[in-house]
Antibody, heavy 122, light 109 residues
Framework: EVHLLESGGNLVQPGGSLRLSCAASGFTFSTYAMSWVRQAPGKGLEWVSA????????YYADSVKGRFTISRDNSNNTLYLQMNSLRADDTAVYYC???????????????WGQGTLVTVSS | QSALTQPASVSGSPGQSITISCTGTSSDVGAYKYVSWYQQHPGKAPKLMIY???DRPSGVSNRFSGSKSGNTASLTISGLQAEDEADYYC?????????FGTGTKVSVL
């Protein structure tokens, strides 16, 4: 059974940094692209970033480009999101999600974690 | 990066069919087959319902179907059931990024 477990969410001051982790199990992690998607309180879904199965290719939303870095450790089945220069509008539940297509991007996310809350406030 | 446009709410009675639209542009919905639909119940993670415009993941009811015409994709729920009451989001590949729709709240009357 596929399982994704996010961690690392916390209260952080504006301008601060945070690293989110997503531990994956139940599938061959190294053969699937992964994404981070966030949802501000009471708002809709916003795609944040994606990474290829190898980690070679990465993609970012304009709203986080230059501030966030996605990475993965295929030997430990873990996805990361390093978040720097955090702003109040980064406050959201952050989900990690698995792409549905083996070895390539289909840009459809078939398994999601339960999310981790990031609050940016002074 | 504008979100795809969805109606804020759609409602129907049990057993009826409803359709949710998702309007984008020739740079996203109109350009690629990578349109998906997600269902989200309150406090829960989203669930993939449709991918590649028309395909259903294993385990998703065949009451859910997807289509696309030009820059607009649609999700149809037939035989509406109480458990279908949820928020629904479309998404599309948009050339090096992914974009979600604004979301639609489906109410079962």
């Amino acid at each position: 059974e596929v399982h994704l477990l996010e961690s690392g969410g916390n209260l952080v001051q504006p301008g601060g940094s945070l690293r989110l982790s997503c531990a994956a199990s139940g599938f061959t992690f190294s053969t699937y692209a992964m994404s981070w998607v966030r949802q501000a309180p009471g708002k809709g879904l916003e795609w944040v970033s994606a990474i290829s199965d190898s980690g070679y290719s990465t993609y970012y939303a304009d709203s986080v480009k230059g501030r966030f870095t996605i990475s993965r450790d295929n030997s430990n089945n873990t996805l990361y999101l390093q978040m720097n220069s955090l702003r109040a509008d980064d406050t959201a539940v952050y989900y990690c999600a698995k792409d549905s297509l083996l070895r390539y991007f289909d840009w459809s996310l078939d398994y999601w974690g339960q999310g981790t809350l990031v609050t940016v406030s002074s | 990066q504008s979100a795809l446009t969805q109606p804020a709410s759609v409602s129907g009675s049990p057993g009826q069919s409803i359709t949710i639209s998702c309007t984008g542009t020739s740079s996203d919905v109109g350009a690629y087959k990578y349109v998906s639909w997600y269902q989200q119940h309150p406090g829960k993670a989203p669930k993939l319902m449709i991918y590649d415009v028309t395909d259903r993941p294993s385990g998703v009811s065949n009451r859910f179907s997807g289509s696309k015409s030009g820059n607009t994709a649609s999700l149809t729920i037939s035989g509406l059931q109480a458990e279908d009451e949820a928020d629904y989001y479309c998404s599309s590949f948009a050339g090096g990024r992914m974009v979600f729709g604004t979301g639609t709240k489906v109410s079962v009357l």
